[in-house]
């Protein structure tokens, strides 16, 4: 058995992490996430009424439809996990 043995752990939404190498030079794929909202005709920030995080676009539609009246806006903001910044 080698000493570095070089191990790979990958999720669903592709995360790949190299356990030999420093934290620094470690290849991380940010993971995507869709806020889902609701907004009123003008679309204001202070309109807008949180419906759920999504990890597709297509799940967070589908739930939209499901969920909500016809006449309702819709908004999808897509973000990065663990990254801090206004919405």
Known sequence: MRK???????DGEG???CWDKPLSM???KPIKIF???EVDNW???SSRIFLGNFSSRERALDAFKKN???KANLL?????LNKFEEL
């Open 4 to 10: 570095n043995k070089r191990l790979h752990l990958k």
């Open 15 to 17: 995360f790949v992490l």
């Open 26 to 28: 470690r290849k991380v």
């Open 35 to 37: 806020s889902l909202f």
């Open 43 to 45: 679309s204001t920030t």
């Open 68 to 70: 909500s009246h016809k």
């Open 76 to 80: 999808i903001i897509e973000t990065e």
